[in-house]
């Protein structure tokens, strides 16, 4: 059930299906494993990055103390806490290595390479990602639209943001045909686009992605919701700038 509304991207309720099997489970270390895991992923899905690592970690704690460090059962973990080389490396020497795992790997690499602000190296890990996952997936894959966001991201970060846009857009088109109505992916996207249109001062067709973010992480996560006050602060924020335009041209 919890894999179930994970894949509906409904984290809530997977987070809680999860958190309660955790509680009831004690003594069987491969299910506390997966449980700690899952629930790390949940949390990175969310933006909650700390909680995320915090169960990646304990996952691996708990797998460690009964496997090889080289095991290859690990290497999703691996992967997830960001030991990523070493990750890629394990895929890359199994007799048969799985292509789309060594993309995601690449994937994860760019991300860091990001995070350090070593923008050409990781957008030459994301295309590798990319022409892997385009030459063994569907089209419609939502694993392809990531990775055009990857690479948008990338791009605003150089201060291209015409290029993101446009592949932010790619991304959108994808998850709109492959993604439920309320997953997160969807406002996130429309997010990105907003955020990249606003720094080009596009800003009426910037407030029409921050309406559909609003509206979509209102239903997905209820009115509360730390990312629901970050994007009203966003949408209004746009709407000042167009009052602002719309002044100064009278």
Same mark, same amino acid.
């Given at each position: 059930?919890?894999?179930?509304?994970?894949?509906?991207?409904?984290?809530n309720?997977?987070?809680?299906?999860?958190?309660? %099997?955790?509680?009831?489970?004690?003594?069987? =270390?491969?299910?506390?494993?997966?449980?700690? =895991?899952?629930?790390?992923?949940?949390?990175?899905?969310?933006?909650?990055?700390?909680?995320?690592?915090?169960?990646?970690?304990?996952s691996?704690?708990?797998?460690l103390?009964?496997?090889?460090?080289?095991?290859?059962?690990?290497?999703?973990?691996?992967?997830?806490?960001?030991?990523?080389?070493?990750?890629?490396?394990?895929?890359?020497?199994?007799?048969?290595?799985?292509q789309?795992?060594i993309?995601?790997?690449h994937? +994860?690499?760019?991300?860091?390479?990001?995070?350090?602000?070593?923008?050409?190296?990781?957008?030459?890990?994301?295309?590798?990602?990319?022409?892997?996952?385009?030459?063994h997936?569907p089209?419609?894959?939502?694993?392809?639209?990531?990775t055009?966001?990857?690479?948008?991201?990338?791009?605003?970060?150089?201060?291209?943001?015409?290029?993101?846009?446009?592949?932010?857009?790619?991304?959108l088109?994808?998850?709109?045909?492959?993604?439920?109505? +309320? =997953?997160?992916?969807?406002?996130?996207?429309?997010? +990105?686009?907003?955020?990249?249109?606003?720094? %080009?001062?596009?800003?009426?067709?910037?407030?029409?992605?921050?309406?559909?973010? %609003?509206?979509?992480?209102?239903?997905?996560?209820?009115?509360?919701?730390?990312?629901?006050?970050?994007?009203?602060?966003?949408?209004?924020?746009?709407?000042?700038?167009?009052?602002?335009?719309l002044?100064?041209?009278?």
């Open positions: 059930m919890g894999a179930l509304m994970h894949r509906m991207g409904e984290f309720k997977a987070e809680e299906i999860y958190t309660i %099997l955790l509680e009831a489970t004690s003594d069987d =270390h491969k299910e506390l494993a997966f449980l700690y =895991h899952q629930l790390g992923y949940i949390n990175d899905q969310k933006g909650d990055l700390t909680t995320a690592l915090i169960h990646y970690k304990k691996l704690e708990i797998n103390a009964e496997m090889s460090p080289d095991d290859p059962s690990l290497s999703p973990t691996y992967s997830s806490i960001e030991q990523y080389q070493h990750a890629l490396a394990i895929d890359t020497n199994k007799p048969e290595p799985d789309l795992q993309a995601t790997r994937n +994860n690499i760019g991300a860091i390479l990001k995070d350090q602000k070593k923008y050409t190296e990781a957008l030459i890990s994301y295309q590798i990602a990319l022409k892997i996952q385009v030459a997936l089209s419609r894959s939502p694993l392809i639209a990531t055009y966001t990857n690479i948008g991201l990338v791009h605003s970060f150089m201060g291209d943001k015409s290029t993101a846009v446009s592949y932010y857009v790619k991304s088109e994808i998850f709109q045909k492959s993604l439920t109505s +309320n =997953h997160p992916s969807l406002p996130v996207t429309h997010r +990105n686009i907003a955020r990249a249109l606003e720094d %080009l001062q596009q800003y009426k067709e910037a407030l029409e992605h921050a309406t559909q973010a %609003l509206d979509i992480f209102c239903r997905a996560f209820g009115s509360d919701n730390s990312e629901v006050k970050l994007n009203r602060e966003n949408l209004n924020r746009i709407q000042q700038k167009i009052m602002i335009d002044t100064a041209s009278e």
